[in-house]
């Protein structure tokens, strides 16, 4: 049966829509989610414990650059000093099968993008979708970057504080299995959205609900908001939270130009209608 016009739709319809959208997601996020299942090995051995390892990548850029500055050489270990542990009896089994669904919805997340932007477009008109056709590469690309970014940067600089973190010398550092890969995804998801930002202001500028005059006009207050995310999704060290605040504030900067393209080019399509 042919789609009906989105003019046509009434708010049922629309419903009926946006189930089979999210019937599609949730299939695609399954399906990418079982083939994450099979390669436990590398999800966990490689993904997972990799900021766990003394060889990992981002510690030993820190390290050398410690010793290049003179700096404080705390990313320079032999062995990090905490252990991963599992207390439950489902406690492994668990892990696999969240951490599954996760690689499933990160793997999957531009397919996500392509169903949502396939109910959102017939509403938009034939110039709007034209200009908006590099939506899903340019906001695929904005959340791999960040969940890049979460993994290599947020999530080693947050193990490094807190694995090594110490209240007393008899108290030694045993981590729930859980915990360790809560702190994983929640840095990874995380930075992968907050990376959304441009494109979240790029819709709200649209439908009129910010400007760029607007975001000038608070921007110190959007430091403090960016300062007080950093917080949250670092461990409670100046240096971290400068090293994720700059991107974060970089792609502020981006959004106040992005909100200044789109208002341009508003004002252009009315001055031909006009």
Known sequence: ???KNINEMSFL??????RWHLIRIVIA???TATAAFFAKGFIFDFLIFGPSKTDFYTYKILCDLSQYFGMNTS??????PFRIQSRTMSGQ?????WVSITAGFVIAFPYVLYELWRFISPALHENERKHSR???????GLFFTGVLFGYYI????SINFLGSYQVSTQVHNDFDLDSYISLVRSSVIAAGLV???PILIYFLTKIGLVTPEFLKKYRKYALIIVLVLSAIITPPDIASQIIVAIPILILYEVSIYISKIVIRNQKRREKKLA
Do not use: Q, T
Request: with cysteine; glycine share 2%.
């Open 1 to 3: 049966m042919a789609k």
């Open 13 to 18: 319809d629309h419903l009926e829509d946006l």
């Open 29 to 31: 996020v399954v399906v």
């Open 75 to 80: 990313f320079c270990y032999e062995e990090l």
């Open 93 to 97: 089994f668990s892990a696999h099968i």
């Open 134 to 140: 590099g939506f899903i590469i340019v906001a695929s």
């Open 154 to 157: 947020v999530c080693p600089l």
């Open 195 to 197: 990376f959304e930002l």
